[in-house]
């Protein structure tokens, strides 16, 4: 990603598919909104710091395990987080601070088996009801409306 302090006044960047493993060069974008690192090989969110008016971000598809540096883009709308390595609520806790986020999606499928949807969504789903104002949509669906699809007692084994 070297090269992109070039393209100062850029909003809109695409590095889907590339086999990045480190966010850098980003920051230098002053004025991007949307940026799109899905599916790439990163384990961390960093660079994006200085990303103020940052308004939608896709990593989804990524290898990362907490989003605590996301706290720092305050302006975010709209976040794709699905298809990592979260396990746990509190590598999410940096969500509460969105306080614009209106559409946030953690999970695609309810038929992939993920530790974060199946343990830690209930309290997730309530603390995100409570703390996050501004949230319409929580994968796919209105927030006050979504109904957590978990795998039933009856597929485990006895």
């Known amino acids: 990603m070297k090269g992109m302090e070039e393209y100062l006044n850029v909003r809109e960047v695409n590095l889907s598919c590339n086999q990045i493993e480190k966010i850098e060069g980003v920051s230098q974008l002053a004025g991007l909104v949307s940026l799109d690192l899905s599916s790439n090989r990163l384990t961390r969110v960093e660079g994006l710091q200085n990303n103020k008016h940052l308004a939608t971000l896709s990593l989804a598809q990524n290898r990362i395990t ?93």
Request: glycine share 2%; aromatic share 6%.
């Open 66 to 158: 907490t989003f605590s540096n996301l706290s720092f883009n305050l302006q975010l709308q709209t976040l794709d987080i699905s298809g990592n390595r979260a396990t746990h609520q509190d590598h999410l806790r940096c969500l509460f601070s969105l306080k614009n986020l209106t559409h946030l999606t953690i999970h695609h499928s309810p038929s992939q088996t993920n530790p974060l949807v199946t343990h830690a969504y209930p309290h997730l789903l309530q603390s995100l009801k409570e703390k996050c104002h501004s949230l319409d949509t929580l994968d796919s669906q209105h927030i006050h409306d979504y109904h957590l699809q978990l795998p039933s007692n009856d597929n485990l084994p006895p």
